[in-house]
């Protein structure tokens, strides 16, 4: 299941290294701070594919940015659903 992880640092600094933990980890960017579309409550997200509860990976995320002394203010995670890819969705009606 792919699960999407939204943060925010206390800071507002660094996600360069928060990115990193979290690569190391097994996920993958999906948006920075600095992105037009980055909502300012949360600004960064990642994403990926794991088998936990998205409640059990966004505590364990936390932990792990605590532990790095990124002093991580909110995280939240939700289960993502990949829809059709728009051609087949076209071709279908």
Same mark, same amino acid.
């Given at each position: 299941?792919?699960?999407?992880?939204?943060? %925010?640092?206390?800071?507002?600094?660094?996600?360069?290294?928060?990115?990193?933990?979290?690569? @190391?980890?097994?996920?993958?960017?999906? @948006?920075?701070?600095?992105?037009?579309?980055?909502?300012?409550?949360?600004?960064?997200?990642?994403?990926?594919?794991?088998? @936990?509860?998205?409640?059990?990976?966004?505590?364990?995320?936390?932990?792990?940015?605590?532990?790095?002394?990124?002093?991580?203010?909110?995280?939240?995670?939700?289960?993502?659903?990949?829809?059709?890819?728009? %051609?087949?969705?076209?071709?279908?009606?």
């Amino acid at each position: 299941m792919w699960t999407l992880i939204r943060f %925010a640092l206390a800071e507002g600094t660094g996600y360069g290294t928060a990115f990193e933990i979290l690569r @190391q980890a097994g996920f993958r960017v999906h @948006q920075v701070p600095d992105s037009p579309r980055a909502c300012s409550a949360m600004p960064a997200a990642v994403v990926a594919d794991v088998l @936990q509860d998205p409640a059990v990976v966004s505590r364990a995320v936390f932990e792990a940015l605590a532990e790095a002394r990124l002093r991580p203010v909110a995280v939240a995670g939700c289960e993502i659903g990949l829809g059709r890819p728009r %051609a087949a969705a076209l071709a279908s009606r």
